[in-house]
Each structure stands twice: as C-alpha cells, then as structure tokens.
C-alpha cells in the first residue's frame, strides 16, 4: 500500500467519511451504511474471516491491506484493525488506488 492511499484515508477521515473499531463497522455493514471495509494485514484470523464473510454477505468490497498501526495512524487514530468508509466516491478511488 503506497504512502498516497494513507494519505487519501487521512482525508476521508477529515471529511467525516470513516469509521473505525469493530463494533461500528459491523453496525455500518448491517445497516449498508458503508460501501468498503480495510482490514488490518495483522489482524487476528477470526476478525478478517468474520468481516470478510458479513460484508460478502452484505456485498461490500473488503481489501486487506497494511497493518494496524498505519491505518490507525493515517485516520487519526491509535492502531486501527477495521476502517469503513462511508461514502461511495472515496470507496470507489480507495479501491481504484487499491488495485493499482
């Protein structure tokens, strides 16, 4: 993941656009609320197996990328495990970016 991509999910976070911690990214795929889910490259085996499987239940895009202290540090934040993006234009560059 390119210093761009945590520099563009600092902006969202900016913009209000992110939500982060387990909890609220479950309500926010539930809800479809959000339209992609980051998981942490670290994160545990049953946490990525989780939300990999609710938001492909709920059709949201999911990529696993970085690591929990860049993605907490690129929002805001301590380290962060799952971030939801709320808004469709930002989901769609981030995976545009993403899949570069």
């Known amino acids: ?4 991509i945590y520099s563009f999910l600092g902006l969202a976070a900016k913009a209000g656009r992110v939500k982060t911690g387990e909890g609220v990214v479950l309500d926010g795929i539930r809800n479809r ?8 490259g670290d ?3 049953n946490t990525t197996k989780k ?4 938001s492909s239940y ?8 970085g690591d929990r202290q860049r993605l907490g540090t690129s929002v805001g934040k301590e380290s962060r ?4 993006i709320t808004d ?7 995976m545009t970016m993403l899949d570069e």
């Open 43 to 45: 994160a545990s085996p």
């Open 88 to 94: 469709k234009g930002f989901a769609e560059r981030l």
């Open 51 to 54: 939300f990999k499987d609710k």
């Open 58 to 65: 709920y059709q949201i895009p999911v990529y696993i990328t």
């Open 1 to 4: 993941m390119t210093a761009s």
């Open 33 to 40: 609320t959000l339209f992609l889910v980051l998981i942490a």
């Open 81 to 84: 495990v799952l971030i939801g």
